[in-house]
């Protein structure tokens, strides 16, 4: 049963940058906006528990893991022509793709550690981990991301 779920992830996953070519500016804004979100719900909960804000419970941590893993993998394929419009993103994300880019792919590489980081139960690491996760998502919004309002 895990096998095909991580099948049918890394398939969707794969399949995002053609159906985002086909979609329209709009659309990728809300599909980035919803991955982000839950991307963020699932990682708070990873965070208050590495801060000792929240008692560490393995199994809802390696599920929180295993969605911001995956949730990860789904923004980059959303920042499409025209999807600039009504949203945070900076115009700079466009004007220095290979930048934001990298910054992204670096943010996907550190989230995908953290649900063996989970399983192996160190919680020294797992907390490095978050923070190392945190540190590579901060990377682009203090760059990418305009500030509220």
């Known amino acids: 049963m895990k096998k095909s779920i991580t099948f049918a992830a890394i398939a969707i996953a794969a399949a995002i ?3 985002a070519q086909q979609m329209k500016a709009e659309n990728q804004v ?3 906006r919803a991955a982000y979100q839950l991307m ?3 990682f708070d909960s990873l965070e208050a528990m590495a801060e000792n804000k929240k008692p560490f419970n393995k199994e809802e941590a390696a599920r929180n893991a295993e969605f911001v893993a995956l949730l990860s993998t789904v923004p980059k394929g959303f920042f499409g022509e025209g999807t600039d419009k009504d949203t945070r993103a900076k115009p700079e994300i466009w004007n220095n793709r290979a930048d934001f880019d ?3 792919d670096k943010m996907i590489h550190e989230a995908a550690k953290l649900p063996a980081v989970v399983k192996a139960g160190d919680m020294e690491a797992f907390r490095k981990q978050v923070d190392d996760t945190g540190q590579a998502c901060k990377a682009c919004h203090d760059e990418y991301r305009a500030k509220r309002q």
């Open 30 to 32: 809300k599909f980035r």
């Open 102 to 104: 990298a910054k992204m």
């Open 17 to 19: 940058p053609a159906v």
């Open 40 to 42: 963020n719900l699932n």
